[in-house]
C-alpha cells in the first residue's frame, strides 16, 4: 500500500511540474507573439475628420489581421506637428512598438517652410505604408459658358482676376495652385478663398457663382460631376486618373507636372525591428484587401492604394519636390 501511495504522490507531482512547465512554455510563447497587446493608431487631427474617420472604419479590419485590438487616438495641434514631433522624437522602436501613426500628405511639408524652424526630413519617419491617395482635381460650374476646359481657365485669367476656393492653408489645394501660379504666368494673380467649412463651403462658393473655380480632390467631387453640377478640368497627376480618364491632367496642358494630392501614410517608430515592420506591413496590406473594407471606404468616396518600398518612396519625394517648388510660404512675403 506505502509503494502504490509513493508511486501515485510521485506521478501527480510530475504531472504538476508538467503543468507547470507548459504555462511557462505557454507564457513564453505568448511574449513572443507580435503584437501581444492592443495596437494603437494615432491620428494627428481632431476626432471626425476625414483621417479621423478613415482610420476609426480601418481598425477592426487592422485588428482582424494582427489578432489583437486596435484602437484610434487623436493628438491635434500644430497642424499634425504635435503628434508628428512625438512620433519622430519620442517613441522608441521597443517602447512604443505597439503603435502606428498616420501622416498625412502634404500637411507634412510644412516643414519646409523655414519660418516653422523644423528639422525634420522624410527620412526622419519611420513609413511602413501609403494607405489612401486622392489627386488634386479642378472643377467649374458645368453650365458655366465661359469654361469647357483648363485652357479656357488660363486664356481668362490672361484678362481676367481668377478667384479660386481652395481648403486648408498649406494643404493640397493650396499647394497645387501656388505651383500653378509659379509655372503659368497667367495664373500668377490668381486670388486664392480659403474654405473653413471644407469641400461643402467651397461648393456652395462655386454654385452660388462667388468664385470661378475651385480645388479639391477627386474621390469627394465624383457625385457633383454626375449630377452635372460640376465640370472636372483638370486633374494633378501625373497620368489621367481611372475614375475620369476623359480629364486631361494639368501637365498634358501646359507641359509642366503639377502632381498634388491628398494622401494618408501609416508610419511607425524608428528603431522597430525589420521582423515587425514585416508584420505590420503583411496585416496593413491585407486588411486593405478585404472586400468588406474596400466597399465601405468607397461609399466614404475615399480612394485607397497600397503603396509601399521603393513605390511608396516615389509618391513621397515628387509630393515633395511639389512643395518645394510651389513655395506657398513665399507668398506672406510679396
Not at 507531482?13 to 513572443?32: D, P, R, Y
Not at 476656393?165 to 489645394?173: I, L, M, R
Not at 484587401?289 to 521603393?310: Q, T, W
Request: hydrophobic content about 45%.
Amino acid at each position: 500500500m506505502l509503494s502504490f501511495k509513493k508511486c501515485a504522490i510521485t506521478a501527480i507531482a510530475a504531472i504538476a511540474m508538467a503543468g507547470v512547465s507548459l504555462m511557462g512554455s505557454t507564457g513564453a510563447q505568448a511574449q513572443k507573439k507580435f503584437p501581444n497587446g492592443p495596437v494603437i493608431i494615432q491620428v494627428p487631427f481632431a476626432p471626425g475628420g476625414g483621417a479621423d474617420r478613415t482610420f476609426r472604419l480601418f481598425a477592426p479590419y487592422l485588428s482582424q489581421e494582427l489578432g489583437v485590438p486596435v484602437k484610434v487616438t487623436n493628438v491635434a495641434g500644430g497642424g499634425g506637428w504635435v503628434s508628428w514631433s512625438q512620433v519622430t522624437g519620442q517613441w522608441d522602436g521597443e517602447k512604443d512598438d505597439h503603435k502606428l501613426a498616420v501622416v498625412n500628405i502634404p500637411h507634412i511639408f510644412s516643414m519646409l517652410n523655414p519660418a516653422m524652424k523644423r528639422t525634420e526630413t522624410l527620412e526622419s519617419f519611420n513609413f511602413l505604408a501609403w494607405h489612401s491617395y486622392d489627386p488634386g482635381l479642378w472643377l467649374v460650374r458645368w453650365d458655366d459658358e465661359r469654361f469647357r476646359n483648363l485652357e479656357d481657365v488660363i486664356a481668362y485669367a490672361e484678362k481676367n482676376p481668377l478667384i479660386v476656393a481652395v481648403g486648408s492653408h498649406g494643404g493640397d489645394d493650396h499647394v497645387g495652385m501656388a505651383f500653378a501660379a509659379k509655372a503659368v504666368p497667367a495664373l500668377k494673380n490668381v486670388k486664392m478663398i480659403f474654405s473653413d467649412t471644407g469641400d461643402n463651403g467651397k461648393i456652395q462658393f462655386l454654385l452660388g457663382k462667388n468664385v470661378d473655380m475651385i480645388a479639391g480632390n477627386v474621390g469627394y467631387y465624383i457625385n457633383g460631376i454626375m449630377e452635372r453640377k460640376m465640370r472636372p478640368i483638370s486633374v494633378l497627376h501625373d497620368e489621367p486618373w481611372a475614375l475620369l480618364p476623359s480629364v486631361a491632367t494639368f501637365q498634358e496642358t501646359t507641359g509642366k507636372p503639377n502632381i498634388t494630392y491628398a494622401g494618408r501614410t501609416l508610419a511607425t517608430a524608428n528603431g522597430l525591428s525589420e521582423e515587425k515592420r514585416a508584420i505590420y506591413l503583411a496585416a496593413i496590406e491585407k486588411a486593405m484587401s478585404n472586400p468588406e473594407y474596400i466597399a465601405r471606404e468607397r461609399a466614404n468616396k475615399n480612394v485607397l492604394m497600397f503603396r509601399s518600398g521603393d513605390e511608396m518612396w516615389k509618391l513621397l519625394r515628387a509630393g515633395q519636390k511639389v512643395a518645394e517648388d510651389a513655395a506657398y510660404w513665399e507668398e506672406a512675403k510679396k
